[in-house]
């Protein structure tokens, strides 16, 4: 039993410590745990200014947000005629996604009282040749947002340091990013869902070796997480915090890659002004 009990204080240390060492998110704060294949996250939260800090113990996964309207359940989501994606009745709102190695990711947002659900779409090949969707495994978690107590909750997103606008099929960036903190703005300005995916490129290796590099290689990947913004639906908009690291990045879109819907991006050092 002592065994077991400093077992569980040194994961609640390590936990607490990933916390402390993570970005300041503003307003309600949902934790949101994700692994093969589930989605842990509260049944009922409050209005307002809201962000969901999506943790990963295994598996890549992501958080989409997905408001429900009248007339609909949430278990339609998982429904085979929703087996590639959100149906079209569904209000599909992004999401937090493939958060770094034992960190977090993160999307900030304003939600409006009512019935959503918590919903993985990544796809996972069989070994018959036939996909099948996260949530179609599990990771569908429903939710309801109630009328916060004061009257409404927090109203006003953070400030951007950098808007990113997705076009058919390229990323406009406002702004150079920089190290450190930064609240970046994604847009979908196209006429299709976009996804933003954002890559640390790794010490010795080189953004376009990451652009190039694919599974099918069977050779590390030259670059690591570093956080996502999930599929966004076309006029859709969503704000993520990252903490980042001066150097080279690289930035997907995974349904429209082959659209050449990706490029590198270089993280500024703080002191520069280019």
């Not at 077991?4 to 990933?18: K, M, P």
């Not at 294949?37 to 209005?47: E, H, K, S, V």
């Not at 847009?187 to 299709?192: F, K, L």
Request: proline share 8%; charged share 15%; hydrophobic share 40%.
């Amino acid at each position: 039993m002592r065994v077991l009990l400093l077992v569980v204080a040194g994961l609640l240390s390590v936990e607490a410590r990933a916390q402390s060492s993570a970005p300041l998110l503003p307003g309600n704060v949902v934790d949101v745990t994700a692994g093969d294949y589930f989605l842990r996250a509260p049944d009922t939260i409050p209005a307002g200014l809201t962000t969901f800090r999506l943790r990963v113990l295994q598996g890549g996964h992501a958080a989409w947000i997905i408001r429900v309207p009248a007339g609909h359940r949430a278990s339609e989501l998982v429904a085979p005629s929703a087996s590639s994606g959100p149906p079209k009745w569904a209000t599909n709102l992004g999401g937090p996604g493939f958060p770094p190695d034992k960190g977090t990711t993160n999307a900030v947002l304003l939600l409006e009282p009512g019935e959503y659900a918590l919903i993985c779409y990544v796809q996972k090949p069989g070994a018959d040749g036939h996909t099948q969707t996260h949530a179609q495994l599990g990771m569908m978690h429903a939710f309801v947002v109630r009328a916060a107590s004061n009257g409404g909750g927090t109203r006003s997103l953070p400030r951007a340091d950098v808007t990113v606008t997705m076009v058919d099929n390229a990323f406009r960036l406002s702004a150079p990013l920089h190290e450190g903190r930064q609240v970046v703005r994604v847009v979908n300005a196209g006429h299709t869902q976009h996804e933003f995916k954002l890559l640390h490129v790794l010490p010795g290796r080189t953004g376009r070796e990451s652009l190039d590099w694919t599974p099918r290689s069977k050779t590390p990947p030259p670059d690591e997480d570093a956080g996502t913004a999930a599929t966004l639906s076309p006029g859709g908009a969503i704000t993520l915090i990252f903490d980042l690291q001066a150097g080279e990045y690289t930035v997907f879109c995974v349904p429209q890659m082959s659209h050449g819907m990706k490029r590198v991006v270089r993280v500024l050092p703080r002191r520069s002004v280019a």
